[in-house]
């Protein structure tokens, strides 16, 4: 009875050991460092919103903008799909005098206060979420489980129904996850962008793709507001002086 007994209090404790995620409370402070960001930038809280990126995020639209100021659009058609993409919108949406001397969590939190920031809605949420062993660092993948749900029943539809909803259903395609990552910044967590962006690249050049055209072009044609490539392509020169 007394071995049993030893042997069932075994089992509990290595059940309570495995089940203890010291990470806990870090996981928590990251979910609510997103919801936080996220909330911001949705409202137009630029100011806020910037509180919660992460250095390498704020570094990279540091020179991003120098760039926009004065870089030839050869130079810029070089760039990963989303560094030209945010050039051409920095150029579209800004003048040389309203950049000049703005700093890369300047120019977020102003595209966002004026509504030129893309953000994730209130439906996309983490999962996923991992902690580094010297616990600073965290990365995540952001989700929107309504459209994994659709997706899932567009599979099952797929799997069920004739030629004609297969490819309906194909065109349809999966809901995307995107990686994040995060930094820990004293005792706060910060979001940083950059691993959400190489998905982003990815994307965009797959969209490209299926339109058959470069990224370049489908950038220009998709921002522009102009009915020609030609006429488009002027939105990737340097700023005026």
């Known amino acids: 009875m007394i071995t049993r007994l030893l042997i069932v209090l075994g089992i509990a404790t290595l059940t ?5 995620d010291k990470h806990a409370k870090d996981k928590a402070e990251v979910r609510g460092a997103w919801e936080s960001y996220r909330a911001a930038a949705d409202s137009g809280d630029g100011s806020t ?6 250095r390498p995020t704020v570094d990279h639209y540091d020179r991003l ?16 799909p989303t560094e030209m993409a945010e050039i051409g919108a920095m150029r579209l949406n800004y003048t040389r005098k309203q950049l000049r001397g703005v700093s890369g969590a300047g120019y977020v939190s102003m595209a966002i206060k004026d509504g030129f920031w893309s953000t ?15 616990g600073k660092t965290a990365k995540a993948l952001i989700h929107n489980p309504r459209l994994e749900a659709e997706a899932r029943s567009n599979a099952l539809s797929r799997a069920l129904g004739g030629r ?6 194909d065109q349809v395609g999966p809901s995307p996850r995107f990686d994040c990552g995060f930094v820990k910044d004293g005792s706060t967590w910060k979001y940083d962008e950059m691993p959400t962006i190489s998905n982003i690249d990815k ?16 950038l220009t044609l998709t921002m522009s507001g102009e009915d020609t490539l030609k006429a488009g392509l002027k939105m990737w020169e340097p700023m005026k002086k």
Do not use: H
Not at 16 to 20: S, T, V
Not at 203 to 214: C, F, G, H, Y
């Open 65 to 80: 903008l120098k760039l926009a100021l004065d870089a030839p659009a050869t130079e810029v058609w070089k760039l990963r």
């Open 164 to 169: 004609r909803v297969r490819r309906l259903v």
């Open 203 to 218: 994307l965009i050049t797959e969209l490209a793709k299926e339109e058959q055209m470069s990224v370049r072009d489908y």
């Open 16 to 20: 309570l050991g495995f089940g203890c």
């Open 49 to 54: 919103a910037c509180t919660f990126l992460a």
């Open 120 to 134: 994730f809605d209130a439906e996309w949420k983490l999962t996923n979420v991992s902690i580094s062993q010297d």
